[in-house]
């Protein structure tokens, strides 16, 4: 989802998306330990998509 995307939703809609990436993290971080994880690249993008959350969460709490 792109960051224009994200910045439409309100921040209740936000902050479950940022609970629902924090669940995924873990699932993941779980798969990897058990060796399931067959995308290692699907870590840095909830990352990164936590990171974007956050942000626009920060940004709106500033402004």
């Not at 060796?35 to 402004?63: F, G, W, Y």
Request: overall charge positive; proline content about 2%; aromatic content about 4%.
């Amino acid at each position: 989802m792109k960051v224009d995307e994200l910045r439409a939703f309100n921040v209740q809609d936000l902050a479950r998306q940022l609970e629902e990436a924090h669940r995924e993290l873990f699932n993941l971080r779980f798969r990897l330990s058990t060796r399931q994880l067959v995308n290692h690249r699907e870590i840095p993008k909830t990352k990164k998509k936590i990171a974007q959350l956050k942000t626009i969460i920060r940004e709106r709490e500033q402004a």
